[in-house]
């Protein structure tokens, strides 16, 4: 082989390795930063496609309703902590900082948050349900599944 060809090989040798590099870092970025999106009942009992279970210290999203009864507010912070349930399951969840104007008990909301032992998530961010113009499908369909059964008939089951 010639000394032409054989830099021109290197070239793009070099070229696609270092593509490949770059593409397998942005991969790795975009994977640590996904907040997946759960309902209680996926957290405890796993996604219905997959069955996987979230693990302890993980990222995600939690979508359900506030669970009527459950808000405790403490009177010397802004910490709170409250249930959200589906037909499914219920999480604890725990935050500490000024909740939306829209949260109230029997809401739909969104946790975002960290995942800890026992199924309790400690949250960053609250998001209150607001109107019916858009909902991602999904969340539609995890507040329809909410409704079917009120929290009252939840909560006496559960025991």
Known sequence: MNIRRRNRLWLVSSIILGVGLTFSLVLYALSSSIDLFYTP???IYGKRE???V???GQRLRVGGMVMPGTVVRDPDSLKVTFTVY???AEIDVSYDGILPDLFK???GVVV???LEPNNHVMAKEVLAKHDENYT???IEQAMQENH???AAMYKDNAS
């Open 41 to 43: 009942g996926e957290v």
């Open 50 to 52: 997959t069955q996987k």
């Open 54 to 56: 979230p693990e302890v």
């Open 86 to 88: 589906d037909a499914e």
């Open 105 to 107: 008990e029997g809401q």
């Open 112 to 114: 975002q948050g960290e």
């Open 136 to 138: 991602p499908p999904e």
């Open 148 to 150: 079917k059964r009120p």
